[in-house]
């Protein structure tokens, strides 16, 4: 018997009323259930931000310090007042941009004040003796102090003080590095954190009960926890981060309470969550929620009378919304993935640009130092250059990774490569997956860039971890491809394969794997660039790339790239030797300091006359006021001011045509559009004997400049 339509609707409009109620009961009680859990997490939640920025406030107060401490420590007193002004000038660069810090002060051992950040004069008649901090230094209990709160005696302002002692010429007690910080930066910040956090307070203070700040402020907030404060006992017990429920010593509220240490000093963040009004919150939800539900309720139960007329329209409808919903899911993926990757390029570029400019200070420092030391001391230079190709070598990687990195093909022996790359990818398989690297002996070179091959085979191991959650085995072999090998390109080649013994790749899968965007992981958990990365560095190598798999046995990805003339490696241009007598007049144009102070003494030990300018304006006008051009310009890309270095070196293009210019840039970017411009361009950091090379290249009569 077919079943009564009449009564399917009378039952379809019962369940339109009763199950909405059933749930939100449901709800209701999951919600006041809730209500236990959701403060531990708000606090704890809060508690790590908070956290996180107070150590990062202290950590960059710390570092700050440290570079001053470099520069004072093993001065004497009067050397120190001598330099006054200068000093004057570096705080108050350094504090320049740091709400933080309301002032950095130098105290001599006498306590009197040697230099400040807010007087160009430091006020000589000013006596620190009274300060706590100066008296811990001053008996050498040693690390840094950190201060109870005060009002400073100058501008009435709310601080805290970070302190550390430095020594003179003879390693005793010369005086004291004072950065005080503005409790009202924490205050502000807290402020925030708790906008959209009702009941929730945020506070920091001292070991010793002393409240720095707290918020919400109350009307008589005191100046420090009370002494039955459930926190300050355990503190006193030496906890140093601990989750509890008490009653608050300043505001007398039923709080959760939570928190944790900064560091090794004696400051805290703490937070609490006023549990009764989390409650009330939720109960007026609720009421709120029940008031607003019941029209919807009372709609959906006429309008379910002509819901069984329309299901078979209304199930179409969702079929076609469901396909159309999952392919905008997958353009709106992509589109994600390619501004994550453009912004990571972004970040990779400037982080890369002021790298590169520290790795080549260091480089030619060091090229330096070789000139001056013994042989003892060669080895430890030797190690210091070391660490700056693996350095660079990391910088590259990284701009590899972000689509950053101008390509640089060489000639590439696997034997040596190979075993090489097994540090960068096992951390990446984890301890479950055994990594295997095999090349056969007589494997000839490829020609390629090698950050973008160690990129391509770290995606396949990523690939291969995935592919094996339980574990298994992944293995990179290479070896000299025959010429009846599926996939095998013209002339004669070289097969890497990547082996994995993970869950397979159906057949309808597989030709879709190379393709762009195309992942089967679900959506966040992979781009789809991994294998089209890999699919382009063949391509662009002049080689292929093939898979296959079969489903529960494993894949096998094979790259085939042309193999190339000769039994090793071409040297690179950094072997060949050096010219220590260019016998060249040399303007450089350089902003950054540092870079500049290698540089020159680099240029001299070269046979270079030197003359350094910090902008393309002040190149110009040195330019201007001479009757005889130097031999080359050397200058920088990056510089401030309305004209950067290829600004500059247009210009001179135009204006003194037989002027040779050699730019330099940290951004690898710059450097293919740069030379597409018909100039001479070196990465930095570049050694010597490259810089040498160019140098005499550039500058070489009959040589036409850009």
């Known amino acids: 018997m077919k079943p009564d339509p009449l009564r399917s609707l009378k039952l379809l409009g019962a369940l339109s009323i009763a199950v909405p109620v059933f749930i939100y009961l449901i709800f209701g009680a999951y919600r006041f259930w809730e209500a236990s859990d959701v403060p531990e997490q708000r606090v704890n939640r809060s508690l790590r931000v908070a956290h996180e920025h107070a150590s990062k406030v202290v950590a960059s107060a710390e570092a700050m310090q440290d570079r001053l401490l470099d520069q004072l420590q093993g001065k004497s007193m009067a050397e120190l007042r001598q330099a006054q002004p200068r000093l004057h000038a570096l705080l108050a660069e350094r504090i320049r941009g ?59 302002e709310r601080i805290m003080d970070l302190s550390v002692r430095f020594d003179g010429p003879d390693g005793k007690f010369a005086g004291v590095i004072n950065l005080s910080l503005l409790t009202k930066y924490f205050e502000d910040f807290y402020a925030d954190l708790v906008a959209d956090e009702p009941g929730l307070a945020v506070n920091l203070f001292r070991e010793s009960g002393e409240i720095y700040t707290r918020w919400p402020r109350l ?101 076609e919304l469901e396909r159309e919903t999952h392919t905008r899911m997958r353009a709106e993926e992509a589109l994600r993935q390619a501004q994550k990757l453009e912004a990571l390029g972004r970040l990779t570029g400037g982080v890369a640009h002021d790298f590169n400019n520290a790795l080549m200070v260091i480089s030619n420092n060091a090229f330096l130092l070789r000139r001056h030391v013994s042989d003892a001391g060669g080895r430890q230079l030797d190690s210091i250059g070391r660490a700056v190709d693996s350095a660079t070598k990391l910088t590259r990687q ?3 990774f ?35 690297i095999d090349v056969a002996p007589d494997t000839r070179p490829i020609t390629i860039d090698l950050a973008e091959l160690d990129l391509a085979l770290l995606n396949l191991g990523i690939n291969a971890r995935d592919a094996m959650p339980g574990g298994g085995s992944f293995t990179i072999s290479a070896r000299n491809a025959r ?108 902003d950054n300091n540092d870079v500049a102070m290698g540089l020159i003494p680099l240029l001299e030990a070269l046979g270079c006359s030197v003359t350094r300018v910090d902008r393309a304006a002040g190149a110009l006008e040195w330019l201007a006021a001479r009757t005889a051009l130097p031999d080359l310009v050397l200058t920088d890309v990056v510089m401030p001011g309305e004209m950067n270095g290829l600004a500059l070196a247009r210009h001179l293009r135009d204006t003194h045509p037989n002027l040779p210019v050699l730019l330099m840039t940290g951004y690898a970017e710059q450097l293919d559009a740069i030379e597409k411009m018909g100039f001479e361009v070196l990465p930095k950091p570049c050694s010597a004997d490259v810089l040498s090379a160019a140098i005499a290249r550039v500058s070489a009569p009959g040589v036409r400049p850009a």
């Not at 430091?122 to 620190?128: G, I, K, M, S």
């Not at 459930?230 to 709080?255: M, W, Y």
């Open 402 to 436: 972000s689509r950053r990195q101008v390509l640089v093909p060489e000639q590439v022996r696997l034997q040596d490569r190979l075993p090489e790359i097994k540090e960068l990818i096992a951390p990446v398989l984890g301890s479950q997956i055994r990594l295997g």
């Open 398 to 400: 990284l701009l590899a």
């Open 483 to 590: 010429p009846d090998m599926p996939g095998t390109i013209a002339g004669e080649a070289v097969l890497i394969e990547a082996t994995d013994t993970g869950s397979g790749i159906d057949e309808a899968t597989l030709g879709k794997v190379f393709e762009p965007f195309y992942t089967t992981k679900p959506v966040g958990h992979g781009t789809g660039l991994g294998l089209s990365q890999v699919y382009g560095l063949c391509q662009r190598a002049g080689g292929a790339a093939t898979i296959r798999s079969v489903v529960g046995q494993g894949t096998t990805v094979s790259l085939y790239f042309p193999a190339a003339d000769g039994e090793s490696a071409a040297q690179p241009a950094s072997a060949q030797a050096v010219d220590r007598n260019l016998d060249k007049s040399v303007l450089l144009v350089e």
């Open 98 to 156: 740091q709400p933080q810090i309301q002032s950095i002060w130098i105290i001599g051992a006498d306590g009197h004040p040697i230099a400040t950040s807010r007087f160009p004069q430091a006020p000589p008649e000013l006596d620190f003796t009274d300060r706590p901090y100066f008296q811990a230094h001053r008996a050498g209990t040693g690390g840094r102090y950190v201060s109870a709160p005060f009002l400073t005696r100058t501008t009435r």
């Open 219 to 319: 009307p008589n907030q005191p100046e420090r926890m009370g002494a039955s404060s459930p926190v300050l006992a355990k503190v006193a017990q030496g906890v140093p981060t601990a989750q509890l429920r008490g009653v608050s010593s300043t505001d007398g509220q039923d709080r959760l309470i939570a928190y944790r240490k900064i560091g090794d000093y004696p400051l805290y963040v703490g937070t609490g969550m006023n549990i009764s009004a989390m409650r009330a919150d939720i109960a007026k939800d609720l009421a709120v929620l029940f008031a607003l539900g019941v029209p919807p309720f009372a709609a959906l139960f006429f309008t379910s009378r002509f819901a069984l007329r329309r299901t078979r329209e209304s199930l179409e409808s969702a079929d």
